[in-house]
């Protein structure tokens, strides 16, 4: 079974513009949820989508926002990028909406860099 | 915001030796999880104990959970140099999702 696939992997771009991320979860999973990880910070909850639906949301501003497709692919999009958005964002996937006594798979990452 | 933090920090050990990191959370919890995290990857997961559970083993992982003193230990035997990553306690958080503490950085020297 192939695991959660992130891309891009790396991502490079300058302030004010916009960048989509992509996950792909497990297969079967209908789950979808987004961290946000950076050295001072540690591991921040973004949201979470189930059958196509924002489920949870973390305490972001709205630049960040996602939605996911009927296969439960899933895509987030930071708007009018700002420095302090470069991190390792992660999209973790499982089989129900706001599982927290189940284990998430994570994908690896993609590292976005904001110049 | 987060609800677990872990201790140490850090952890410099050679291999062979045990290693133990420390979770602390704040609320009550049904359950709690640990996660390891390769440099610049995804997180893994390793282990899950509810709050029925004391302890709980897993190939050289052990884990215990005291609820009274809302804190677990991940205890790794005989550690080996492939150990070296960030480890991670998981606690449900009030929205629904998964709140992780700041991590173990563990390095295990050969």
């Known amino acids: 079974k192939a695991g959660v696939t992130q891309t891009p992997r790396y991502l490079i771009k300058t302030r004010g513009q916009q960048v989509t991320l992509s996950c792909s979860p497990i297969?079967?999973?209908?789950?979808v949820s987004w961290y946000q990880q950076t050295p001072g910070q540690g591991l921040q909850f973004l949201f979470e989508?189930?059958?196509?639906?924002?489920?949870n949301k973390g305490n972001f501003p709205g630049r960040f926002s996602g939605r996911q497709f009927s296969n439960s692919r899933s895509e987030m999009n930071v708007s009018t990028l700002e420095l302090g958005d470069s991190a390792l964002y992660l999209c973790?996937?499982?089989?129900?909406?706001?599982?927290?006594?189940?284990?998430?798979?994570f994908g690896s990452g993609t590292q976005l860099s904001v110049l | 915001s987060q609800q677990g933090e872990e201790d140490p920090q850090a952890l410099s050990i050679q291999e062979g030796e045990n290693a133990t990191m420390n979770c602390s959370y704040k609320t009550s919890i049904n359950n709690l999880q640990w996660y390891r995290q390769n440099s610049g990857r995804g997180l893994v997961h390793l282990i899950l104990?509810?709050?029925?559970?004391r302890e709980k083993h897993s190939g050289r992982l052990r884990v215990t959970l005291d609820t009274s003193k809302k804190s677990s230990s991940l205890l790794i035997t005989a550690s080996r140099a492939a150990d070296t990553a960030s480890y991670f306690c998981?606690?449900?958080?009030?929205?629904?999702?998964?709140?992780f503490g700041s991590g173990t950085q563990l390095t295990v020297l050969p």
């Open positions: 973790a996937s499982s089989y129900t909406a706001g599982a927290t006594n189940e284990k998430l798979f």
């Open positions: 989508y189930f059958s196509e639906t924002q489920r």
């Open positions: 998981a606690t449900p958080g009030s929205a629904r999702q998964l709140t």
């Open positions: 297969s079967g999973h209908r789950s």
């Open positions: 104990i509810r709050s029925n559970e």
